[in-house]
C-alpha cells in the first residue's frame, strides 16, 4: 500500500512560517495544535527554514497525496504556497484547497473575505470549509520569469514601498505608513506604456495595480468592483498623481473612492502587458518583490479553492 493510499482525503497539511506572529509564534503554534487536537483533526505539518520553503513543502505534501494545505503566517506565506500549488504537475489545482491561519502584519487577502485575524475563529472557518474557486494571476516578467499571484500585483510606487518595507518591517503595522511616506517623497514617476484589448495607454505613471482581490498595501482599496472568480484582472492606472493628491486623498485610498479620481482609470481584461520607460521600476506581487521592468500578467481562471467566512 503506497503512502498516498494511507492519506485521507480529510487529512490537513499545515505550513506555518515561524518568522511571523510578531515574535510569539511558539505560543501561536500551541494554540493551533491544541485546537486541532480538541477537534480531532488529522494533520501533517511543516515549519519553513528558508525563503520560499514554502514552494517545496507544499510540492512535497501534494506529491504524498495532501489536497487541504493551511497557510499559518501573513500574505507572504499564502503567496508562495499559492506559487507552489501552481508550478506543481501532480494533480490539476482546481482539486486542492487552501485554508489560511493568519499570523504576522501584513494580512491583506483575508480582508476580502471577512477573515478575522484570530486564530481561533479563524480555524472555526477552516473547518466549516465554505469554499471559492478563485481565479489566480500570473505574472511574466522580461526574463520569462513566472510568478503566480492570489490577491494584488503592482508596479512603480507600490514596488517601490514593497522594496522599502524590507528595512521598515520592524516598525509593525505602521511600517506600511513610512514606507509610503518615503516613496512619495522619493519615488520618481516613469512613462508606462500599456497594452491590452487592442488598446494602448502612454502616460506618466505613478503606478499599475493588477488585482484579483481588494486590498492591499495594509488595508488600502485601488481597484474597482472586484470579483476574485470573475476570470477578469482589475487593473487601476494612477496616472501623474502628486504627494499632495494622495495626501489629500488618504481616506479615499482605504475607502476605493481613489478609482474616481481624475488622473485614475480603471479597466478590466485578462491579458495586459506594462513596460515602463525606466527598466528598474520594481514589480511586486502579493506584497513581494519579484523583479524590475516590463512584464505581462494574465488570469488563471477558477485555479485553486480557497475557505471563506
Not at 519553513?48 to 500574505?75: C, P
Not at 508562495?80 to 484547497?97: A, D, F, P
Not at 493588477?210 to 488595508?219: H, P, R, T
Amino acid at each position: 500500500m503506497s503512502h498516498i493510499d494511507k492519506i485521507n482525503t480529510n487529512s490537513w497539511f499545515v505550513i506555518a512560517n515561524s518568522t511571523s506572529g510578531n515574535g510569539d509564534f511558539s505560543k501561536q503554534w500551541k494554540e493551533i495544535q491544541q485546537y486541532l487536537k480538541h477537534k480531532k483533526i488529522d494533520y501533517s505539518f511543516a515549519f519553513t527554514k528558508f525563503s520560499k520553503h514554502e514552494v517545496d513543502l507544499v510540492q512535497n505534501a501534494i506529491k504524498k497525496g495532501f489536497r487541504n494545505i493551511i497557510s499559518v503566517g501573513g500574505d507572504g506565506t499564502l503567496h508562495n504556497v499559492v506559487h507552489g500549488i501552481m508550478l506543481q504537475r501532480y494533480v490539476k489545482t482546481s482539486e486542492l484547497t487552501i485554508g489560511v491561519i493568519p499570523l504576522g502584519t501584513g494580512n491583506d487577502w483575508i480582508k476580502t473575505y471577512n477573515i478575522p485575524n484570530h486564530i481561533e475563529k479563524s480555524m472555526e472557518i477552516i473547518f466549516r470549509k465554505n469554499t471559492i474557486l478563485q481565479d489566480i494571476g500570473v505574472l511574466k516578467t522580461a526574463d520569462n520569469n513566472l510568478t503566480y499571484f492570489n490577491n494584488v500585483a503592482g508596479l512603480g510606487y507600490d514596488g517601490y514601498i514593497v522594496n522599502k518595507l524590507k528595512t521598515l518591517k520592524k516598525f509593525g503595522a505602521i511600517s506600511y505608513l513610512l514606507a509610503g511616506i518615503y516613496g512619495l517623497l522619493f519615488y520618481k514617476k516613469s512613462i508606462f506604456k500599456i497594452i491590452f484589448d487592442n488598446k494602448v495607454i502612454e502616460t506618466n505613471c505613478l503606478m499599475t495595480i493588477i488585482g484579483i482581490c481588494k486590498f492591499s498595501g495594509g488595508g488600502m482599496q485601488f481597484t474597482e468592483n472586484v470579483k476574485p472568480n470573475d476570470g477578469l484582472l482589475d487593473i487601476t492606472v494612477a496616472k501623474n498623481l502628486t504627494f499632495l493628491d494622495l495626501v489629500f486623498n488618504l481616506p479615499k485610498l482605504y475607502s476605493g473612492k481613489i478609482t474616481h479620481h481624475k488622473k485614475v482609470a480603471t479597466y478590466k481584461t485578462k491579458k495586459i502587458a506594462i513596460i515602463p520607460q525606466n527598466s528598474k521600476t520594481f514589480i511586486q506581487a502579493d506584497g513581494e518583490l519579484v523583479g524590475t521592468g516590463a512584464i505581462t500578467a494574465e488570469i488563471v481562471e477558477k485555479a485553486i479553492n480557497f475557505i471563506i467566512n
